[in-house]
C-alpha cells in the first residue's frame, strides 16, 4: 500500500523488529527510529501512528504458515498492519552474513504486489561494522522485489554504536537516526504529491508523454536479420552503434 493522499486520519507507521532477545538492540534501533520519524512528523503538523511488529512473537505462527499456508489469527493481523502501512520501518539482526531467517520468512508471506510504492527504512544491527553492507546488498535487493520505495539512508548499528563514541557531531549512530528519521518524515509529510511524486523520483515528470520514450526503445531493439547484415555493412555498423 501506498502512503494515503488526502486524508486527516494519523499516518499509520509499522515497525518490524526481527529481534530475538528481551530487551533487543534490534528492537531499540526500531524504536529510537520509529521516535526520530514521528518527532518531525509532528513539528511538520503531521499525525501519525506506530505500530510494532515484534517477529519473535510469530515465529512458531510464521513457520507453521510456511508449512501449512494457513495463518494464525495473531499473524494475519501482523500482515494486515505491515500491508496496510503508510511506511514501514524494518530491522533485522544479522546473521551469516544477510538477514535473519525470520526477517526473511515473515516478509515471504507478503504478496509482491501488496507494498507497491510503500516508503520503507532500512536497518540493521550486528556485533562489528564489517556487517554495515548487509542493508544495502541484502535488505534492499529484497525490498525492491516487493516494489517498495526505499529511502537512501539506511542504519547500521554496530554494538559499539550503542557507546560513549555513538556521538551526535562525530556522525555516530544518533545522528543517523536522526537523518534517517527525517527522510522518512519528508516522504510522509510530502505524500500530497501523490503518485506523481513516485514518477519524478524515477526520472520523468508527471506530465511527460511515454510515447516518446517508446518509440526509442523500439528503434534500440530492433532486429536486424543476419543475412541483411551480411548483405549491407552499413546497416551492421549502425546496429553496433546504437
Known amino acids: ?56 512473537d510469530l515465529a512458531v505462527d510464521i513457520a507453521n504458515n510456511l508449512v501449512a499456508g494457513f495463518p494464525s489469527p495473531a499473524l494475519r493481523a501482523a500482515l494486515e498492519a505491515v500491508t496496510g502501512a503508510d511506511a514501514l520501518i524494518t530491522v533485522t539482526p544479522v546473521f551469516a552474513g544477510s538477514y535473519s531467517g525470520l526477517f526473511k520468512s515473515f516478509f515471504d508471506l507478503v504478496e509482491p504486489d501488496a507494498l507497491r510504492g510503500t516508503p520503507v527504512l532500512l536497518a540493521a544491527t550486528g556485533g562489528t561494522a564489517r556487517h554495515s553492507l548487509v542493508v544495502e546488498h541484502a535488505m534492499r535487493p529484497l525490498f525492491s522485489y516487493l516494489r517498495t520505495l526505499t529511502l537512501p539512508t539506511a542504519v547500521f548499528a554496530a554494538t559499539d554504536d550503542w557507546g560513549t563514541g555513538a556521538d551526535t557531531y562525530g556522525g555516530g549512530l544518533p545522528a543517523r537516526i536522526e537523518r534517517a528519521g527525517a527522510e522518512l518524515a519528508g516522504v510522509l509529510a510530502g505524500a500530497g504529491a501523490g503518485a506523481s511524486g513516485r514518477v519524478a523520483a524515477s526520472g520523468r515528470n508527471a506530465g511527460d508523454s511515454v510515447d516518446a520514450d517508446v518509440d526509442a526503445d523500439a528503434e534500440a531493439d530492433e532486429v536486424v536479420p543476419f543475412e541483411q547484415l551480411l548483405a549491407d555493412p552499413t546497416r551492421a555498423s549502425g546496429a553496433i552503434n546504437r
Open 1 to 56: 500500500m501506498g502512503v494515503r493522499v488526502g486524508t486527516r486520519e494519523p499516518l499509520r507507521v509499522v515497525a518490524v523488529s526481527a529481534g530475538l532477545s528481551k530487551p533487543s538492540s534490534t528492537r531499540l534501533l526500531a524504536d529510537r527510529l520509529a521516535e526520530s520519524a514521528t518527532s518531525e512528523l509532528t513539528s511538520l503538523d503531521v499525525k501519525a501512528e506506530v505500530t510494532v511488529v515484534e517477529l519473535r
